[in-house]
């Protein structure tokens, strides 16, 4: 920095040098004035503990997108997978990894944006796997994980830094090592864009065995997701609250932070049921643990 | 072809041209001749009325790698997929489609090939949505669609044709059309290496309710990887017959063709039980049909 402090004045003004030898001169200054700074400002924050970006990010996901649009759901309609990886990358790539907003990934969300059946949005909050198996199995419900969105970005990392363009796959900031990082923006916005569009019946899984509470503080689902729901294009919502099949029974239907949701939902003029330990959801359950008392078959007559 | 068949003549002993001049005729004759035979075939077998390649079928298998090795099996090893596509595309490339064989495939499916955990392999006949799902939510077995090789290649069409290099989107010959067909002759290939691999207890999957034999004839099954199966290096096999949850339970074990695949497995010396509607999988059926009667939970004391 000495370096530079001490030719600070050179300039256009500076009788030492013609206005062109000048002008090349302090752009070339300025660059390397630049460059030292970002990459002091990426070496302050290289001490990152998250992992990297996923390795091959771009072949992973622009493959997930030719895939989803090719033989997962067609009725995505034409998208230019290319052009899809092209906007997704420039959310991040040479900036702060912690200072990436959720407007920064609105050109991506539009391109890869596409309708969501009516009756088929559902919402999660710590059931994650039980909701994709169920997904799967029914093809009753399209979570944002089953979107071309999601399933592009689903279970990857990824992020940039100052000094240079494309993924930084050696180290990223974790969720919580500050607000505007480019993954929680990225799930922050995709949600947001994701509850706009619910529309119809919809459903709310939330864990009934949760450490923290079912109705979580802080839950994209609470957050983010809940306040886009109204009773203009949302007519029911079937509120499904799961216990793990060894339990703790923690809160149900009713009760603690699930009761809280209620009050909100009656506030806000949706009708809603709300299903303890939802029978289809807990058969799924089962399955990895049918020798548990609750998952016997009985024979008795149908109730 | 009365154009060439004037000029057949035409050679190196022919007087009226030079030795340099007449190779190059030479040459350009046999180009147009083979141009000409191919392009002939290839318009005799235009009819073809099963659908073409999937479109973007590079894009989508090497994708699939990609994510394959990044995300779903790290454990599958260091994987070239760009190579992968190459050793694949060979096979079929530049060729009659009726006229690929198992051999073909061998380049790719050894580039591909990983280890599968012991008591991991299962095979299953006319229930391959089940499988699938029962591998998805246990993780307790690792049928060949979930291998690289059947991950790269499920639900995928593909075929060449003579007169040109890559996949033939316009159409392909359907799986009956001919017997070396393209798609025909790699899932036998990768059917039989797949079981050549078997080691340990494994599982085979049956259809109880399928139109025709839950062991069908025919099938790959019975046909190709069966054979594969030894007293060495199976152990044991788990035989479950699963009916559709409607029915009709048309072959249970001991019964039908169930019966001829226990006097198999007996004359092999191949230990094995079977189950009827093996309690994990009907929880799995019971997800879409859990207002079933035979899907009721019941709070009867354990058996």
Known sequence: ????????????GNPRCTAAACDLLLLGLMLLSHTERTLAK???????????????????????????IGTINPNAG??????????????FSSKDPCNVTQEDYKPFLDLADHDIPANQSIFWSQSKGLIFQYSDITEKVMPLESTLIGSMTDNLNWCGKLSSPGPNFE???????????SISSFWKAASENYAKKAHGEVTVMLNGSARDNAFRKNSIFREIELGKLDNKHVTFIHLWIMDNIDGPDKESCGVGSVAELETILKEKKIKYSCKDNYRP???????????????KLGTEPKV
Chains 1, 2 share one sequence.
């Open 78 to 91: 034409n998208k230019d997978c290319s052009k899809l990886w092209e906007a997704f990358l420039r959310a």
């Open 281 to 295: 959801v807990r058969m799924l359950q089962c399955v990895g643990k049918s020798d548990h008392q609750s998952c």
């Open 1 to 12: 920095m000495f370096f530079l402090n001490s030719l600070q004045l050179t300039g256009k």
């Open 42 to 68: 990426d070496n302050a924050k290289a001490v990152w503990k998250g992992k990297g970006s996923t390795a091959n990010l771009k072949e992973i996901m622009t493959g997930r997108c030719f895939n989803y």
């Open 171 to 181: 180290a990223c900031p974790e969720w919580k090592d500050c607000k505007n990082n």
